[in-house]
């Protein structure tokens, strides 16, 4: 079992920044890759981000890409992603992710466990 706690979401203007965590316990944190999908309001969960489990291979979503950047620390058991230049359409509960049998995947039914979310809301 891996307990997965989300922090960092807040509200922020239009072209800021936010850095989300999302802090492990349980099995070895080293042995999964991680992942962050969103979910606005009526919308689907969509993948955002995932990293490797040594974080050598990383994966955006074309709509992030440039902009977020997903990194983990092992020794702190930690993910985290970087969001700059947000927009309003950012808008959602932030979700991570562990993966167990892949090394980074866009799809939340890869993905063994996951955290409560972090709300983030952009303002235009």
């Known amino acids: 079992q891996v307990q997965l706690v989300e922090s960092g979401g807040g509200l922020v203007q239009a072209g800021g920044s936010l850095r989300l965590s999302c802090a492990a316990s349980?099995?070895?944190?080293?042995?999964?890759?991680m992942g962050w999908f969103r979910q606005a309001p009526g919308k689907e969960r969509e993948f955002v981000a995932a990293?490797?489990?040594?974080?050598?291979?990383?994966y955006y979503a074309d709509s992030v890409k440039g902009r977020f950047t997903i990194s983990r620390d092992n020794a702190k058991n930690t993910v985290y992603l970087q969001m700059n230049s947000l927009k309003p359409e950012d808008t959602a509960v932030y979700h991570c992710?562990?993966?167990?049998?892949?090394?980074?995947?866009?799809?939340?039914?890869?993905?063994?466990?996951w955290g409560q979310g972090t709300q983030v809301t952009v303002s235009s």
């Open positions: 990293i490797s489990q040594g974080g050598s291979r990383t």
């Open positions: 992710a562990a993966d167990l049998g892949h090394r980074g995947s866009y799809y939340p039914e890869d993905y063994n466990y």
């Open positions: 349980g099995r070895t944190f080293s042995n999964y890759a």
